[in-house]
């Protein structure tokens, strides 16, 4: 019975065999590395190789290549040279890091192996008896860059897309029986599409060496349908399908019969069979019919992303029927004026950019599961768009986002200028640009496509492009470069300021900008965080004006939190984590280690608020395209920008949900006006009220609720606006909110809070109260000094208090003004705008008392550290802390402080250096510290534990 049951087994794989369709090449193939280049010359395809690997993946997750060293020649390209910013390897804090066998790089994640050059793959295969009278392909999805193949000693030819799938003819070459595949793989820098390109670059995904994709032949029959696209027509509830016919020689008749089915959402809609009569030929391979969907036809949007599964059957005269299916969804995309408009409704890009960043492989996942999970956790904190920086995805990730209802800009793989038209590179570029648009033309989530980032062509090279992709594939809108050139018949931008031709001066990039940040590198005050009192009032609604098309925030916020040292275990794959090693060996080596946790939180919640304001900025700009974000979750290259509230992995960092990210990322999101955050009690709240609603539908006869709570969640007061109507759109006029300060409690913080009801949406914004006249105690039992001099000291070690207000010149270091967070990185901004990520506070000590804070930087700070450089405590001994701690850049981790206060001999110091006394009749929130700190140290609670030395202390200042 045994030897039935398997005899039974055997017939039924050998029978599949025979009969299938496709034989998968993955597995084990042989192997050899080519880094001379001499495999070609010395016919290595009629040889054997020793070496094993597997497919699909790259070479050097599997440990080939060499081991990076010192003189490992990375594909990458500075941003800066390293002027103000001690630079790896050669500043002696890195000397650890920069030895044989313990190289360990911050800039990017560490490659286990590296390897240019050309890679050897060969497999045998057995072709069944029943291909003998189809045509064969070979596929291989996702190649690295360039693929040679032979069948045996017969080479196919070679193919160079580092987007679009290798396909091979074999048909003549794969006769029935055993033959041998041979694939040779260059991942060589073939073309000058910039090195710092995602789709090349060490600082992302790395330049693997392999194929990564899909492998496989197939038997495919004479008589077939060769390509296929969908081209919905919306207005008429229609779709032109074309379809290209091979194996016909002379000009035939048949009958092309097409049903259509929604499968993927809770509507469904079925459009019953259609029967069209056609007529194809060698001539006219083509076949284009006019398919109705019906009057309930579903439309695709990011709300309810309907797909259609199509099936065709084609026969003609005396010949067997052919078959074929193709996934679409139907949705049109257009602009109007300079709003984007899909299905015709307005819509505003809330997007990210996604820059081939891969932790565990170095490489793209081909991995829907994964694509799912990051299209999700898109969703989850409201976005509905992603824009692919210099790179173009794989087909899961444009399956994934079909699905997930979320707009895509995939980009022609070029971070690099295009100066001739008879170029090398612009006859790649213009191939690879049409490969792109065939592979994945039919995804109804290819909403958006662009050239390329910050880079310059010839305009009649762009405008060709341009012209002749919108001829023939009207599904999706064009862009040039982000950020750089576009030309005429674009049909929209993406910039940091209005202009589309490239080149501007700094100072005509900030007057013209539509970001807080602008000009590069990022310098202290080029932000609106620190050249603007905070408020809740900027839009670029003028600025914007000017451009007549749609435009979008190009890479915005970039502000960074502190990372969790303890995410080196999530590496498991074949790239380490410099960054964070260095960082946790710093900490540990300062005593600081026990911190991390306290560090990622608050430069977490500030990081948020930060976010807040430059996406609500956006959103109250009127008839605004959008934003996409550098980025949402981590951009682990360049210098390492922890830019995300999500780490590389797309998971939460833990210091924000998707639900309070989606209190002012959404489609209906309330907003307030207020010319400032900070009140005395004699001043009058005033607030408008606005709604952004790019919502399915417009929200009629609605009043905006409004409640004002205390620090402690009691409302302290609330109302109901008039009622308005909110039509999809926004910069609509939603109320207003007026109220008598004089009978609030302060100091304090006070939140307030709108929600529109019929949306279940609801914001908040913080904003502060300060006495109008405080009263400041004298100074009757310390004294008050801007110097340590011998004098102080001696009165200090004799049991005296002292002040100490230490100003710039006098605090040792270079220490940047403090207020924003960091901008992308210190290292590839050379130094940058800031050195810190906020504040750690310890709001319950008592010199708080009469000053209300939080734990972590929040806008009432800005009067205090927009101007302020913070003091470098290294020197002092691990366990002392500062009662106001800034967290330091990651890559140096110095112990910074604002506040902090010991004994000196008999006697304790509190050492301060943030102003607390200029100019206070117009500076509420330095005149409030000044009256906590005076409280404090005249107050029994005025007992520092911590002990320092006076040659410690000194060690913190200047003493010239």
């Known amino acids: 019975m045994r030897l039935k049951t398997f005899s039974i087994l055997t017939t039924l794989l050998l029978t599949s065999s025979v009969l299938a369709s496709s034989i998968d090449l993955s597995g084990k193939w042989q192997f050899k590395l080519d ?74 994640l560490n490659p286990d192996r590296h390897y240019m050059g050309l890679a050897w793959f060969k ?13 064969i392909f070979l596929n291989l999805e996702r190649v690295h860059w360039r693929s040679h193949v032979w069948i045996d000693s017969e080479k196919l030819g070679q193919f160079d897309s580092l987007a679009a799938s290798h396909k091979y003819n074999c048909t003549k070459q794969l006769s029935p029986g055993r033959h041998q595949i041979t694939i040779a793989v260059d991942n060589r820098m073939l073309y000058p599409i910039g090195k710092n390109s995602h789709s090349i670059t060490n600082h992302t995904q790395t330049p693997w060496n392999g194929i990564i994709g899909s492998i496989e032949l197939s038997a495919k029959p004479e008589l077939r349908i060769s390509d296929l696209q969908v081209y919905p027509n919306v207005e008429d509830k229609s779709a032109k399908v074309k379809l290209k016919v091979s194996g016909i020689e002379e000009s035939e008749y048949g009958k092309l019969k097409i049903s259509a089915s929604s499968f993927n959402t809770g509507k469904k809609h079925k459009t019953g069979q259609h029967s069209f009569p056609v007529n194809a ?32 059957s084609l026969k003609f005269e005396s010949r067997r029927e052919i078959t074929d299916t193709v996934v679409f969804g139907m949705r049109k995309i257009e602009t109007e004026g300079s709003s984007f408009l899909v299905n015709g409704r307005k819509t505003f890009l809330r997007g990210t950019l996604e820059c081939c960043i891969f932790p565990k492989t170095g490489y793209p996942s081909m991995d829907i599961e994964y694509w799912n999970k990051i299209m999700a956790q898109c969703k989850s904190y409201g976005l509905n768009h992603i824009r692919f920086h210099s790179w173009c995805p794989p087909e899961a990730a444009f399956k994934a986002a079909d699905r997930a209802g979320i707009y895509l800009q995939p980009e022609c793989n070029i971070w690099a200028g295009i100066k001739r038209r008879d170029s090398d590179i612009a006859a790649y570029i213009k191939a690879e640009w049409e490969r792109i648009l065939k592979e994945y033309g039919n995804h109804a989530s290819f909403t958006f496509y662009g050239v390329g980032n910050e880079g310059w062509m010839k305009a009649e090279i762009m405008e060709e492009l341009m012209e002749e992709s919108k001829r023939k594939d009207s599904r999706r809108l064009y862009t040039g470069y982000a950020n750089g050139f576009n030309s005429d018949n674009t049909d929209y931008y993406i910039g940091k300021s209005v202009s589309t031709g490239g080149w ?29 009192k905070p408020d809740t009032n900027l839009d ?29 275990d999530k590496f498991t794959g074949s790239l380490t984590p410099g960054y964070l090693i260095i960082a946790r060996d710093q900490l540990k080596q300062s005593g600081m280690l ?32 959008g934003f996409q974000l550098l980025d949402i979750h981590d951009f682990l290259g360049q210098g390492t920008a922890l830019v995300g509230i999500l780490d590389g992995f797309w998971d939460s960092k833990g210091y924000v949900s998707g639900k309070e990210f989606r209190k002012f990322c959404s489609p209906v999101v309330p907003l307030l006006r207020m010319e400032k955050r900070v009140f005395t009690t004699g001043e009058k709240f005033d607030a408008k009220l606005e709604a952004a609603n790019f919502s399915p539908n417009p929200i009629s006869s609605t009043r905006l609720k409004w409640e004002i709570n205390n620090e402690s969640g009691d409302m302290v007061k609330s109302g109901e606006c008039q009622e308005v109507d909110l039509p999809v759109g926004n910069g609509h006029w939603a109320g207003r909110v007026r109220l008598d300060l004089s009978s609030l409690k302060a100091p304090a913080k006070y939140n307030i809070c709108v929600r529109i009801p019929e949306a279940e949406a609801s914001n908040n914004w913080d904003f502060w109260v300060y006495p109008e006249n405080p009263q400041i105690p004298e100074a009757e039992d310390f004294k008050i000094t801007n110097r340590l001099d011998s004098d102080n000291l001696d009165y200090l070690l004799e049991g005296g208090k002292l002040l100490l207000l230490a100003k710039k ?32 506070c310890r709001p319950e000590h008592p010199v708080f008392n009469d000053f209300p804070t939080d734990m972590h930087t929040n806008w009432q700070w800005w009067e205090l550290m927009n101007d302020c450089e913070p003091m470098i405590l290294s020197g002092l001994p691990q366990d002392f802390l500062p009662t106001i701690q800034m967290i330091d850049d990651w890559h140096r981790n110095r112990k910074l402080g604002l506040l902090f ?55 913190v200042f200047n003493h010239n």
């Open 901 to 955: 206060e010991a004994q000196i001999g008999k006697g304790s110091v509190l050492v301060c250096c943030m102003d607390i006394n200029s100019e206070l009749e117009q500076r509420p929130v330095a005149r409030q510290l000044k009256r906590s700190i005076f409280n404090y140290m005249q107050s029994e609670n005025f007992a520092p534990e911590k002990k320092l030395s006076a040659e410690q202390l000194k060690t």
């Open 35 to 108: 880094p001379q280049d001499e495999g070609r010359e010395q016919n290595w395809f009629n040889q054997s190789f020793e070496g094993k690997i597997h497919l699909p993946g790259s070479i050097q997750e599997q440990g080939y290549g060499e081991q990076i060293s010192l003189d490992t020649d990375f594909v990458w390209r500075k941003s800066v040279n390293f002027e103000n910013y001690p630079k790896w390897p050669d500043d002696p804090m890195y000397e650890a890091y920069s030895e044989p066998g313990n190289i360990v790089i911050p800039y990017f």
């Open 540 to 568: 670029y609604s003028t600025i914007a004006s000017l451009y007549p098309k749609p435009l979008i925030q190009h890479e915005t916020v970039q502000r960074c939190s502190y990372p969790d040292v303890d995410d080196i």
């Open 594 to 625: 026990e911190l991390n946790d306290d560090f990622v939180q608050a430069s977490g919640k500030w990081q948020v608020k930060q976010f807040k304001e430059e996406i609500e900025a956006g959103l109250r700009t009127k008839d605004f395209g």
């Open 281 to 312: 030929g060698s001539i006219n391979p083509e076949i284009t019919v006019s398919f109705p969907m019906g009057e309930e036809v579903l439309l695709w949007d990011e709300f309810s992303p309907s797909l259609y599964r199509m099936k065709l």
């Open 809 to 840: 010149d006098y605090i040792k270091g270079d220490v940047k003004p403090c207020f924003p967070s960091i901008y992308w990185n210190c290292p590839w901004t050379d130094g940058g705008e800031s050195d810190t990520m906020g504040m750690l």
């Open 504 to 532: 501007q001066e700094l100072e005509e990039l900030r007057r013209f900008r539509i970001r807080y940040q602008c000009g590069w590198p990022p310098l202290p005050g080029s932000s609106f965080f620190t050249s603007r």
């Open 123 to 135: 497999r045998e295969v057995d072709i069944p008896e029943s291909w003998a009278d189809k045509e």
